[in-house]
């Protein structure tokens, strides 16, 4: 399914992916207020009504870091996290890489103050997936 034509009940609307092009026309919306992303890792989606943009929404490439393991005989006393973070910052910045997330279990408060320690932040709201073969449109 591409861009297409969706009615509404009170409106026609079209949705489609804006072309890097075109984004001055959204640099007033939050958070592109703050200033327009690399096209290159980002796309976004319209929906526009009579040529005015109504909504909008981004995809962007994104990295996650997980997979973490350490043998218990290392836990918390032989800078293996350390080294391992040390070398995977190193192939993050060699490939132009911005930001990361992983996930830390609700049941293991010691694991999450170790990855803030290494400058994590706890992301607001809460973490959704989409299988996109299993969407509901």
């Not at 959204?26 to 096209?39: A, E, Q, S, T, W």
């Not at 994104?62 to 391992?84: E, L, Q, Y």
Request: charged letters at 20%; hydrophobic letters at 40%.
């Amino acid at each position: 399914r591409g861009a297409g034509d969706y009615a509404d009940s009170a409106m026609s609307l079209t949705a489609r992916v804006l072309p890097p092009e075109e984004w001055e026309r959204i640099r007033h919306i939050p958070p592109f207020d703050h200033g327009l992303p690399n096209p290159d890792h980002w796309r976004i989606v319209v929906a526009e009504s009579e040529g005015e943009i109504v909504g909008c929404c981004s995809l962007f490439d994104s990295v996650m870091w997980d997979g973490w393991w350490i043998a218990p005989a290392h836990h918390g006393k032989s800078g293996v996290f350390r080294a391992m973070v040390a070398e995977g910052l190193t192939v993050l910045n060699d490939a132009g890489v911005l930001g990361v997330h992983t996930t830390v279990p609700n049941t293991r408060p010691d694991l999450q103050a170790l990855v803030q320690r290494f400058g994590y932040m706890e992301a607001p709201g809460k973490l959704y997936l989409l299988y996109v073969p299993d969407a509901k449109i």
